[in-house]
């Protein structure tokens, strides 16, 4: 089978920013590690070797600083795969880590009006 070309950014709704943090993923009983390489408020990239396909659903913990709390993203899909990276979509966030998602993203893009993270 011929693995489908994909084109960064054909359907995306928002802008993805480079930042790596460690991420903790589990799709039913299997587990695994990985780190994002990209982030956006609705989703990431991963690179991890945990075998995924598309439309898989996943919960995650992301760690943004080891000094804090991980962020729970208790429903996530697998939207393509590509080897051991794949892009994954919040689906389930609640309110508070919403929140702090939101705060990181604004940070990576650079708003002079957001205070530092950390």
């Not at 991420?23 to 994002?36: F, K, N, R, Y």
């Not at 929140?99 to 708003?111: E, F, I, K, S």
Request: proline share 4%; glycine share 10%; charged share 25%.
């Amino acid at each position: 089978m011929k693995p489908r070309q994909i084109k960064i950014g054909d359907s995306r709704c928002s802008e993805r920013f480079a930042f790596q943090c460690s991420i903790v993923l589990a799709s039913g009983m299997q587990v695994g590690e990985g780190q994002t390489l990209n982030m956006s408020d609705r989703g990431c990239l991963v690179e991890s070797s945990l075998p995924v396909k598309v439309g898989d659903q996943l919960q995650l913990r992301l760690s943004f600083h080891k000094s804090e709390p991980t962020m729970r993203v208790p429903r996530a899909a697998v939207c393509w795969v590509h080897g051991i990276r794949f892009g994954i979509k919040f689906i389930g966030i609640d309110e508070k880590d919403r929140a702090r998602l939101t705060r990181v993203v604004t940070l990576l893009g650079g708003d002079p009006w957001a205070r530092s993270y950390g």
